[in-house]
């Protein structure tokens, strides 16, 4: 499986998991759906750029950094938009994306299949 | 007149013991160490102004059997070009008629000095796996080394690897002249033996022979095998045995058979018992104690049938996967996988802190 795809299926299932959480919160309850199926897209795109980076650059350090920016810009973009009631999540929505992020970023650079180099 | 001091009169003597080079390229340094056949000289090659470490028979040899058998060394590590393997440079004969060759002067240490008990282990096998690889290598061209010991292996400035002094080796290895014996020929003898061919016939292969010379058991006893002991047929398995040896003294800073003044220790070298590395340190993983017992059991049969497959084993060990030296509990499963994905384990652990964490904050 390559970078990028592994990112992108690692990043859907934990986006759904991490949307899933939104359960805890009972007043979240009406707009469940909504979430889980955002939460689900953030993390598609989140892995996928995640795992180009990793094709891209051989490095743990890298991958981390990355993962972590990556997952914290989104989960801005996502937190920036406010509920029925006009309020934020900022610490909830942020700080949870930017270790999604973290371990996308983490896995991408262990796993995965590298493409093949073209030899001479 | 003054009198010479023991110092210079030693001095004087070492001159004279040193082998006459006129007519070589070389001019002698000074003397590096002395093996059972000849001595070994820090040498200077003029003609590429380098250092050189040059060979050199020293005990009398008025049959110019050991002649032979220097030349025929020198003839087959010359063919064993690999990274891991000391490559010869020159060979021939003095004005005397001795017979010399040179080989790559490796400045560094031994194995044997290199470990130290502070020395971290994944080191260690690094360079262990590297030595299993020329090993290898070597089987594949078929010969067996047959005195594989720390003090045989050098370790470069450079962490380079070289396995040295294959001396007892050419004893195993080719029964004719080297020059005129071509991998089939020496193929069909083998097999005309019914023995394996490691490597399969396009890499070469080797003809097992008793392990004797003139009735001689060749070998380093702490680190020998029981069939080389016994004197029996050995064949590239004994050179398992010895790579198990020499791992058994990286875990435990100590030779498989150290104690010789026991009346018992002959007899233990012969039934190769050996005290488990353990019992020397309870710190040694279990999953190594299982490969190394597995690479020195007595029976070559129950041994790692190729150096590959114990490379395997250290390769695994050392990425943290299963070995096949071992079978571990549920338990160990799950502890070798949460030491090998720490850092992710630890993330969802971070992550599922934080959610509860936040739960309980909203919930204030």
């Given at each position: 499986?390559?970078?990028?795809?592994?990112?992108?299926?690692l990043?859907?299932?934990l986006?759904?998991?991490?949307?899933l959480?939104?359960?805890?919160?009972?007043?979240?309850?009406?707009?469940?759906?909504?979430?889980?199926?955002?939460?689900?897209?953030?993390?598609?795109?989140?892995?996928?750029?995640?795992?180009?980076?990793?094709?891209?650059?051989?490095?743990?350090?890298?991958g981390?950094?990355?993962?972590?920016?990556?997952?914290?810009?989104?989960?801005?973009?996502?937190?920036?938009?406010?509920?029925?009631?006009?309020?934020?999540?900022y610490?909830?929505?942020m700080i949870?994306?930017?270790?999604?992020?973290?371990?996308?970023?983490?896995?991408?650079?262990?796993?995965?299949?590298?493409?093949?180099?073209?030899?001479? | 007149?003054?009198?010479?001091s023991?110092?210079?009169?030693?001095?004087?003597?070492?001159?004279?013991?040193?082998?006459?080079?006129?007519?070589?390229?070389?001019?002698?340094?000074?003397?590096?160490?002395?093996?059972?056949?000849?001595?070994?000289?820090?040498?200077?090659?003029?003609?590429?102004?380098?250092?050189?470490?040059?060979?050199?028979l020293?005990?009398?040899?008025?049959s110019?059997?050991?002649?032979?058998?220097?030349?025929?060394?020198?003839?087959v590590?010359?063919?064993?070009?690999?990274?891991?393997?000391?490559?010869?440079?020159?060979?021939?004969r003095?004005?005397?008629g001795?017979?010399?060759?040179?080989?790559?002067?490796?400045?560094?240490?031994?194995?044997?000095?290199?470990?130290?008990p502070?020395?971290?282990?994944?080191?260690?096998?690094?360079?262990?796996?590297?030595?299993?690889?020329?090993v290898?290598?070597?089987?594949?061209?078929?010969?067996?080394?047959?005195?594989?010991?720390?003090a045989?292996?050098?370790?470069?400035?450079?962490?380079?690897?070289?396995?040295?002094?294959?001396?007892?080796?050419?004893?195993?290895?080719?029964?004719?002249?080297?020059?005129?014996?071509t991998?089939?020929?020496?193929?069909e003898?083998?097999?005309e033996?019914?023995?394996?061919?490691?490597?399969?016939?396009?890499?070469?292969?080797?003809?097992?022979?008793?392990?004797?010379?003139?009735?001689?058991?060749?070998?380093?006893?702490?680190?020998?095998?029981?069939?080389?002991?016994?004197?029996?047929?050995?064949?590239?398995?004994?050179?398992?045995?010895?790579?198990?040896?020499?791992?058994?003294?990286l875990l435990?800073?100590?030779?498989?058979?150290?104690?010789?003044?026991?009346?018992?220790?002959?007899?233990?070298?012969?039934?190769?018992?050996?005290?488990?590395?353990?019992?020397?340190?309870?710190?040694i993983?279990?999953?190594?104690?299982?490969?190394?017992?597995?690479?020195?059991?007595?029976?070559?049969?129950?041994?790692?049938?190729?150096?590959?497959?114990?490379?395997?084993?250290?390769?695994?060990?050392?990425?943290?996967?299963?070995?096949?030296?071992?079978?571990?509990?549920?338990?160990?499963?799950?502890?070798?996988?949460?030491?090998?994905?720490?850092?992710?384990?630890?993330?969802v652990?971070?992550?599922?802190?934080v959610?509860?964490?936040?739960?309980?904050?909203?919930?204030?």
């Open positions: 499986m390559s970078k990028p795809v592994l990112g992108l299926i990043g859907a299932v986006g759904a998991l991490d949307g959480t939104a359960l805890f919160y009972p007043e979240t309850a009406p707009q469940i759906v909504g979430i889980v199926i955002g939460s689900t897209v953030k993390g598609v795109i989140a892995g996928v750029i995640i795992g180009f980076v990793a094709r891209k650059y051989q490095s743990l350090p890298i981390i950094a990355v993962g972590l920016a990556v997952g914290l810009i989104l989960a801005y973009l996502v937190a920036m938009m406010p509920d029925e009631q006009g309020n934020h999540y610490v909830e929505i949870p994306g930017a270790l999604v992020g973290l371990i996308l970023g983490y896995v991408t650079q262990r796993y995965g299949r590298l493409p093949a180099r073209a030899g001479h | 007149m003054s009198a010479l023991d110092d210079h009169l030693g001095s004087l003597r070492g001159l004279l013991d040193y082998p006459d080079l006129t007519g070589t390229r070389y001019e002698i340094r000074r003397k590096l160490a002395v093996g059972g056949m000849g001595s070994v000289y820090l040498a200077h090659d003029r003609a590429l102004d380098r250092n050189v470490a040059l060979k050199v020293t005990i009398p040899d008025l110019g059997e050991r002649a032979a058998r220097m030349m025929r060394e020198a003839h590590v010359a063919r064993l070009e690999h990274p891991g393997i000391v490559p010869i440079h020159d060979v021939g003095l004005s005397d001795r017979v010399y060759y040179t080989m790559k002067y490796v400045e560094g240490a031994t194995l044997e000095q290199f470990r130290q502070e020395t971290p282990l994944p080191d260690l096998l690094r360079l262990f796996q590297r030595v299993c690889e020329a290898e290598f070597a089987h594949s061209r078929g010969v067996i080394h047959r005195d594989l010991k720390p045989n292996i050098m370790v470069g400035p450079f962490g380079e690897v070289l396995v040295m002094d294959w001396g007892i080796a050419l004893a195993a290895t080719l029964t004719r002249d080297p020059a005129t014996t991998p089939d020929s020496r193929s003898r083998a097999s033996a019914g023995h394996p061919v490691p490597g399969g016939e396009s890499a070469g292969s080797y003809v097992p022979t008793p392990n004797t010379a003139a009735g001689t058991i060749l070998g380093t006893p702490a680190y020998m095998s029981p069939e080389q002991a016994r004197g029996e047929t050995v064949d590239h398995r004994c050179d398992i045995h010895g790579l198990g040896a020499i791992l058994y003294f435990t800073g100590r030779a498989p058979f150290e104690v010789f003044d026991s009346p018992a220790s002959p007899d233990r070298i012969r039934k190769g018992e050996v005290t488990p590395p353990r019992t020397h340190d309870r710190r993983p279990r999953r190594l104690e299982a490969i190394c017992l597995k690479a020195i059991a007595p029976s070559p049969d129950d041994r790692y049938q190729s150096a590959r497959h114990f490379t395997d084993d250290i390769v695994a060990y050392l990425d943290g996967l299963p070995v096949s030296a071992y079978r571990e509990t549920p338990w160990e499963v799950a502890l070798r996988w949460f030491s090998r994905n720490r850092f992710i384990v630890f993330i652990v971070a992550y599922m802190v959610r509860f964490l936040l739960l309980l904050w909203r919930g204030i």
